[in-house]
C-alpha cells in the first residue's frame, strides 16, 4: 500500500515530539507538508524533521495535491475553521483536542465531515496508549466484578504566570476554558473509551485564585450509561500535585494517573495487589496514529473519532456551564 501524506497545519510545540515524528514513523505513514503563520519557524521546522515543504498559508497546504491527510495542531479557537476547510477539500481530518471551543463547534465539524464523506479522529491518544489498553483487558476480563463507581482526583500547583502575557490554555477565547478543558478532557474522554459513554453531567467551577479568567477548580459528578456513577475534582491552585482516577467494582478496583507515565496500573483485590509498569512509547501519539493510517489503509479501526470526542466536550461543557470566565 502506499504511504498515506500527511500535512500539518499549526506545527507548533505538541509537534515537535508527540505527533509530528509519529507521522513519519508509523507504518505506512509520510509527513510531506508542514504550515506554519510564521514561514520562518514553518521552514525551520521542516528543515529540522525532514519535511519535503513548508507553508505560511495553511489552505496552500490543504490544497497540496501530494497532501493526502491534515493533521491540526492549532489551538482550539481555529480547530473547526481548518477541519472545514480540509473536508470542503476532500481530506481527513486529524484534530488536536480538545476537538474545538465547545460541543456546538464539534457538531458543525461532524457534519462538514460527513457531507464531505472523509473520517474525522481526534487527538485523545490515551484511547491508544499501552497503560490505558491493559486498564481496558482489566476491565474486559471481570478483574474488579461489575464496576459500581469512579473518582478523580487531579491536583496542581499554580504556574507563575505573567498577567500580561498568558499562556493561551488559560485563555478561554483560544482554549474554550482554562486546565480543566486542557487535562481533564483526557481523562473524561478516556472514561467515556473504558466504560461507555457518560450520559448526565454537572459541576461547579470557580476561580480561587483569580490569576488568569478561566476557572482554576472544578468539581462535579457524572453518570454513564451503564449507570456507573462518577465524581472528580480538578484543581490548579493546589499546595502539592496528585493524579488519581479510581474505578472500583463488586469484587475490586483499579488505580492508575492520568498523566503520570511513571505509576503503575494497580489492581486491588481479595487476593491482594498487583502492579502493573507499563511505559509510554516516546512519541506518545504514535500508537494512535498508527490507528489512524491503518483505518485510511482500510485495516483497522481508530478508537478516536469525532463522534466520541464530541461527547467529551458535551461532558466538559455540562460541568462548566453557569461559570463565567473574571474580566
Known amino acids: 500500500m502506499t504511504d498515506i501524506r500527511w500535512g500539518i497545519v499549526g506545527c507548533g510545540d505538541v509537534t515537535e ?5 509519529a507521522l513519519q514513523k508509523a507504518r505506512g505513514s509520510s509527513l510531506v507538508a508542514v504550515m506554519r503563520r510564521n514561514g520562518e519557524k514553518a521552514a525551520d521546522y521542516a528543515r529540522r524533521h525532514g519535511v519535503p515543504r513548508w507553508y505560511d498559508d495553511a489552505q496552500a497546504l490543504i490544497d497540496d495535491p501530494e497532501v493526502d491527510a491534515v493533521y491540526v495542531a492549532t489551538p482550539p479557537s481555529s480547530h473547526k475553521q481548518y477541519t472545514l476547510l480540509a473536508a470542503a477539500a476532500g481530506k481527513p481530518v486529524y484534530v488536536e483536542k480538545p476537538m474545538a471551543l465547545n460541543y456546538g463547534e464539534c457538531q458543525e465539524m461532524i457534519t462538514a465531515c460527513r457531507e464531505a464523506g ?9 484511547r491508544a496508549l499501552p497503560r490505558f489498553v491493559k486498564v481496558g483487558e482489566l476491565l474486559a476480563d471481570g478483574a474488579i466484578g461489575e464496576v459500581r463507581f469512579v473518582t478523580v482526583t487531579l ?4 504556574a507563575a504566570i505573567d498577567r500580561d502575557n498568558l499562556p493561551w490554555r ?18 473524561l474522554d478516556l472514561l467515556d473509551h473504558l466504560l461507555g459513554p457518560i450520559d448526565t ?47 472500583s467494582g463488586s469484587r475490586g478496583r ?3 494517573s492520568t498523566f503520570g507515565a511513571a505509576d503503575p496500573v494497580r489492581l486491588i483485590t481479595a487476593a491482594g495487589e498487583t502492579d502493573f509498569h507499563i511505559e509510554h ?10 490507528s489512524i493510517v491503518d483505518e485510511l489503509q482500510g485495516i483497522g479501526v481508530c478508537p478516536s473519532t469525532g463522534e466520541s470526542g464530541a461527547r467529551t466536550a458535551r461532558v466538559v461543557d455540562a460541568m462548566l456551564r453557569g461559570y463565567s470566565p473574571s474580566p
Not at 118 to 126: C, D, K, N, Q, S
Open 118 to 126: 472523509v473520517p474525522l479522529f481526534v487527538a485523545y491518544y490515551r
Open 170 to 187: 488559560v485563555v478561554p477565547q483560544i482554549a474554550g476554558g482554562g486546565l480543566f478543558v486542557d487535562l481533564a478532557s483526557h481523562t
Open 254 to 256: 483499579i488505580s492508575f
Open 201 to 247: 453531567a454537572q459541576g461547579v467551577a470557580g476561580n480561587q485564585a483569580e490569576l488568569y479568567p478561566a476557572e482554576d477548580i472544578v468539581s462535579g459528578s457524572f453518570v454513564f450509561q451503564s449507570g456507573v456513577q462518577g465524581a472528580g475534582v480538578w484543581c490548579f491552585t493546589a499546595f502539592d500535585e496528585q493524579d488519581r482516577v479510581e474505578i
Open 17 to 21: 515530539v508527540k505527533s509530528g515524528p
Open 281 to 290: 512509547p516516546h512519541h506518545i501519539q504514535q500508537p494512535l496514529i498508527q
Open 155 to 158: 491536583a496542581q500547583r499554580a
